[in-house]
């Protein structure tokens, strides 16, 4: 139960940090406006560094905050039972539904005051900059990929050194972040690298029950096969990488 509770409150906590960071960048009169590309990687990346955090904190030791690690995990063996798995992408992508509560009460006094849709659902969920499914889709399949293989780099280099553990284990969330920061530098143009179903379907589902005054639809096209079946496509490729490599 710790485990269940530690990923849902570490995921909340990923994309409230997250989606408000987008949020003070696109709302109108907010005093973020306008800050750019660099202000959402450097936030996003302290986001992700914070939820590891909470996730830990509340008793999640994997600290995933995302279905598509969890799979991976799940296929790799050693980390979780398909029993363990399933209510564990669940509880991740229920804290992606909180945290986008969050973010909608955070900047209550500012949706009215905006009135593009589109930048609006760009808070909670990703989309395209230019829309074409199925390179979107590749996108953040390599995207993800590339997540989950430099966490996993990571991991295995850190754990070199059975002396610096703890040192080890407090640097890893720093490290993640930064990795975190490069994919959104370099391989986000193209689709906002969401790289996690439970970071994308979560606050997008709190974008579409939420009152959110002009908020337009949620693209549900582009959330399930984009922002969903491409890290979990993503997740498979690496699973296949690391049994490759032997690790």
């Known amino acids: 139960m710790n485990n269940l ?3 849902f409150l570490g995921t909340m906590t990923l994309v409230a940090f997250g989606d408000s960071v987008v949020a003070n960048l ?32 509340f008793g999640a030791g994997e600290a995933d905050l995302n279905p598509a690690v969890t799979l991976f995990k799940l296929l790799i063996g050693g980390h979780y039972t398909l029993a363990q798995a399933i209510p564990t992408m669940v509880a991740e992508v229920a804290g992606g539904i909180a945290g986008g509560v969050v973010v909608y009460f955070l900047y209550l006094n500012h949706w009215e005051a905006t009135d593009d849709p589109g930048a609006k659902l760009g808070i909670f969920a990703t989309g395209p900059a230019r829309r074409n499914l199925g390179a979107n889709f590749l996108t953040e399949v390599i995207a993800t990929f590339f997540l989950i293989m430099g966490i996993q780099a990571i991991v295995k280099q850190l754990g070199t050194d059975p002396a610096a553990n703890q040192v080890n284990l407090n640097l890893l969330p720093f490290m993640i ?43 549900w096209q582009f959330g399930l096969s984009v922002a969903t079946a491409g890290p979990i496509v993503g997740a498979l490729a690496a699973v296949a ?7």
């Not at 907010?30 to 990687?41: C, E, L, Y």
């Not at 990488?241 to 690790?247: E, P, T």
């Open 26 to 57: 696109l709302l109108k009169d907010s005093k973020g406006n306008g800050a750019g590309w660099v202000h959402v990687n450097w936030g996003w990346s302290f986001a992700l560094m914070m939820g590891i955090y909470v996730a830990w904190a």
């Open 177 to 219: 972040g930064g990795l975190l920061y490069v994919l959104g530098a370099g391989m986000g143009g193209p689709t906002g690298y969401g790289m996690n179903p439970a970071r994308d379907m979560g606050p997008r589902i709190a974008h579409a029950i939420l009152p959110i005054p002009g908020k337009g639809g949620s693209d």
């Open 5 to 7: 509770l530690g990923e």
């Open 241 to 247: 990488a690391y049994k490759a490599a032997g690790w």
